[in-house]
């Protein structure tokens, strides 16, 4: 079984920056789709970012230009930095993989709150 484990969420103010990032507990063979999602509370789950196994990423438009996502293969690893912060941002981002047999794995989730 793969465990995804997060880390690198926290308070920050608005305007700051957070690093999160997402190591898979052994190698997953075949990766399709590394991704983030977020979940405000009482608000549905959405998706942040991706980067598929071709190396393409994908934002929605709330975040595009302020948030990246990038992976090291070799470490098992997903990245995503966010810069220019909001309230808005203001979630449990959570790690997703997904591989060529649509096995979906997640992490437990890591808390990014931005506030002054």
């Known amino acids: 079984q793969v465990q995804l484990v997060e880390s690198g969420g926290g308070l920050v103010q608005p305007g700051g920056s957070l690093r999160l990032s997402c190591v898979a507990s052994?190698?997953?063979?075949?990766?399709?789709?590394m991704a983030w999602y977020r979940q405000a509370p009482g608000k549905q789950r959405e998706l942040v970012a991706s980067?598929?196994?071709?190396?393409?990423?994908s934002f929605p438009d709330s975040v595009r230009g302020r948030f990246t996502i990038s992976r090291d293969s070799a470490k098992n690893t997903v990245y995503l930095q966010m810069n220019s912060l909001k309230p808005e941002d203001t979630a449990v981002y959570y790690c997703?993989?997904?591989?060529?047999?649509?096995?979906?794995?997640w992490g437990q989730g890591t808390q990014v709150t931005v506030s002054s």
């Open positions: 997703n993989i997904v591989d060529a047999n649509s096995l979906s794995f």
């Open positions: 052994r190698n997953i063979f075949n990766i399709y789709v």
């Open positions: 980067i598929s196994y071709s190396g393409s990423t």
